[in-house]
């Protein structure tokens, strides 16, 4: 069944239909913000506040990174440090005996030029800054350094006893200290003392 169609009066146009309240009140919102500079103002201020926080919040997040990343390397290069002054402590203590055999029998024959000898030449290895001999009285008989000799062992050697019964490596600031008692047939006969740089990382 068809439908009649509606008729048009000759020269009438259909009618444009109305136009949306909602499109109407975008376009006056659009025309209000282009034409107010105080609106314009606050946007950029805001832009402005925006990026600010935002450049201080990756200063503040780079900054806790890298304060992490040397708190890391600064633990891993203590232990490693740790590690080699161990290793090299105890290479300094078997390498020190030979030389305090070689000393001990220069002592037991009384001959201070063999053992002065023995402390120049070993100062001429590498790493190693300076060697004396103590003397049982405490004070220093011969030494790679003139100038320290007849000065007392705390004088010399601030802060390194000398009592002690076997070879030990005592740690400075700059450097590892080794210490070797030159014990004699029933006394003691003196004491080495040779500082060898500490390696450094």
């Given amino acids: 069944m068809n439908t009649p169609a509606i008729p048009v009066a000759p020269g009438a146009t259909p009618s444009a239909a109305p136009p949306s309240p909602t499109f109407g009140a975008g376009a006056r919102l659009l025309r209000w913000i282009k034409g107010s500079p105080l609106l314009h103002a606050v946007v950029v201020v805001v832009l402005a506040v925006a990026l600010v926080a935002l450049a201080i919040t990756h200063l503040v997040e780079v900054a806790r990174v890298e304060d992490r990343a040397a708190a890391d390397r600064a ?3 203590e232990k490693a440090t740790s590690a080699l002054d ?6 300094l203590r078997l390498s020190a005996l030979p030389l ?3 000393i001990r029998d220069a002592l037991l024959k009384d001959d201070l030029t063999s053992a002065d000898t023995y402390l120049q030449r070993i100062v001429h290895e590498r790493n190693v800054t300076g060697a004396a001999l103590i003397g049982a009285d405490g004070k220093v008989r011969l030494a790679s350094n003139r100038k320290l000799e007849t000065h007392s062992a705390a004088e010399a050697f601030p802060g390194i006893a000398i009592n002690q019964e076997s070879p030990m490596v005592v740690p400075t600031t700059k450097a590892l200290n080794v210490v070797v008692p030159i014990m004699g047939y029933d006394r003691k006969l003196g004491t080495l003392i040779f500082s060898y740089a ?4």
């Fill in 75 to 77: 633990a891993l290069v």
């Fill in 86 to 91: 161990a290793q090299t402590s105890a290479l």
């Fill in 100 to 102: 305090g055999w070689a």
């Fill in 198 to 201: 500490r390696p450094s990382m």
